[in-house]
């Protein structure tokens, strides 16, 4: 069955960048919608971004021109870069899928059915 497996999260000072990975295993190619998710202490999970199968990509508002998500189809896996990260950036990030060729619109979690570990990132 598919798999999600997160890497990439650690520690690091405002203004700094990260780039985030999520391995996808046990599963076609990256041939359906993916997303990243991220949820913060105390508040809900929110919608990142999202890529489906063509590539096409959205963004939540607060996060465009400063993260891009992308994805290797000949790695499986995904990719969420992040520039000029801010203290409210801390949080857990997930990785999520949904065998969809095209991503449902509002990047709501509850469309999403398969989903990584997580990957914490904290921005001091």
């Known amino acids: 069955h598919v798999q999600l497996v997160e890497s990439g999260g650690g520690s690091v000072q405002s203004g700094r960048s990260l780039i985030l990975s999520c391995k996808v295993t046990g599963g076609p190619k990256l041939t359906f919608c993916m997303g990243w998710f991220r949820q913060a202490p105390g508040k809900e999970r929110e919608g990142v971004a999202a890529?489906?199968?063509?590539?096409?990509?959205t963004y939540a508002d607060s996060m465009k021109g400063r993260f891009t998500i992308s994805k290797d189809n000949a790695k499986n896996t995904l990719y969420l870069q992040m520039s000029s990260l801010k203290p409210e950036d801390t949080a857990m990030y997930y990785c999520a899928a949904v065998l969809r060729w095209v991503c449902p619109t509002g990047r709501s979690d509850e469309d999403y059915t398969l989903w990584g570990q997580g990957t914490q990132v904290t921005v001091s």
């Open positions: 890529i489906d199968a063509d590539g096409r990509t």
